[in-house]
């Protein structure tokens, strides 16, 4: 299957008792057993639920790969992928990255004796001078958050194959519809489905995608084990939003394009972060790596004037002033005082995060009034 098809039917069937379309939504904590340890394929919904497994085969399918995975947020996958570690293990990570992601690195697991490494990967050659033979997992997002850094995947996983490290890719920005990490060497695909793949601003989720079975059968075991996982109505909202995640973001990507043309030719307007430039750092692998660039903007005030910045969002009629991203709303937010105001001061601005940085979710309205509603905001 192409992917546009893949969004529909990928990895789906209907469903066994009545033939419904859509999976149902099992709503039912226990399953009945004809004998003790005899049943139907299902006995716990913690461990397994039929909604929440129709969704984990459409996760792997839309990746391309063999094994899915739903938690209940993003924070949840990746939490479970750092169970894989033990003390005195340590993680190469991007240095510009989500918020909660350095949060749950430095505030929960460095306290478990996980010791992490946080470099620009622009560059990946730095990467090779902070490995060690205690090093485990590349933990790697592109684009970055809120930066839209480039990492080129392709090359990264030439280096973890080499030192047999993991490479874990958090594919949230992209989605499956612009980028493939698993085909171009990853071997974990992670992804916010509170994000793009739910699309509606309604669920929170979190999903892995891995190739490998004894891979799969680890973080299996830590999904059942440790219980962070999504339930049937979470991964019913999913499902539907999948199926139109090719229409969506072709929209997401067009309106994208023009709000970062917009506003590069604002003369109220610095610096504009948005890969499709040709001026970006990595453009040419965003290119080479990425089927388009995505709907993710930010942009800092000339002057970086923090008052300006809030006086914008604040201003803003069809942009809500919210966390998240990835919706068929626009949304805006100021990282530093929301996404990622658990990163010291002095670590935000190392990468760019700066007080005027404004970062834009942009959505499937119309383009013209997204841009009108720029225009009044910063005038």
Request: glycine share 8%; net charge negative; with cysteine.
């Amino acid at each position: 299957m192409k992917f546009n098809t893949k969004v529909i039917h990928g990895g789906q069937e209907h469903d066994a008792a009545y033939g419904a379309v859509m999976p149902p939504i099992y709503q039912t904590t226990t399953y009945a057993q004809s004998t003790p340890g005899t049943h139907k394929g299902y006995e716990y919904s913690r461990t397994h639920n039929p909604t929440r497994h129709a969704l984990e085969k459409a996760f792997a399918s839309l990746e391309s790969g063999n094994y899915g995975l739903a938690f209940g947020s993003g924070l949840a996958a990746i939490d479970a992928v750092l169970k894989l570690l033990k003390p005195g293990d340590e993680v190469i990570s991007t240095q510009d990255l989500y918020g909660g992601t350095y949060r749950l690195f430095t505030k929960i697991y460095e306290n478990f004796g996980v010791k992490f490494h946080f470099l620009g990967m622009q560059n990946i050659n730095d990467i090779e001078n902070y490995i060690t033979s205690k090093t485990k997992l590349i933990w790697v997002e592109t684009p970055t958050n809120p930066m839209m850094n480039i990492v080129d995947i392709k090359e990264v996983s030439k280096i973890s194959k080499k030192y047999n490290l993991l490479l874990a890719v958090d594919n949230t920005f992209a989605t499956p519809y612009l980028q493939q990490p698993l085909e171009l060497g990853a071997d974990i695909v992670m992804h916010s489905a509170t994000k793009y793949l739910g699309g509606h601003s309604d669920v929170v989720m979190g999903a892995l995608v891995v190739n490998n079975k004894a891979l799969a059968d680890q973080l299996y075991f830590i999904q059942n084990a440790s219980g962070a996982i999504c339930g049937p109505q979470d991964a019913f909202l999913v499902l539907r939003g999948i199926k139109t995640l090719h229409v969506r973001m072709q929209r997401h990507c067009e309106n994208g394009k023009a709000i970062a043309e917009y506003l590069n030719d604002h003369p109220k307007i610095e610096n504009v972060y948005w890969p499709g430039f040709k001026s970006h750092p990595n453009h040419d692998i965003a290119k080479s790596q990425m089927a388009d660039f995505g709907g993710m903007v930010s942009f800092t005030t000339k002057g970086n004037n923090y008052k300006e910045a809030i006086r914008i969002v604040e201003n803003l009629k069809i942009f809500t002033l919210a966390e998240s991203l990835g919706g068929v709303e626009s949304l805006a937010g100021h990282p530093a005082s929301m996404t990622h105001a658990s990163i010291p001061k002095e670590e935000r601005e190392k990468t760019g995060i700066v007080d005027s940085l404004i970062r834009l979710s942009v959505g499937i309205e119309d383009q013209d009034d997204l841009i009108n509603d720029l225009k009044q905001a910063i005038a």
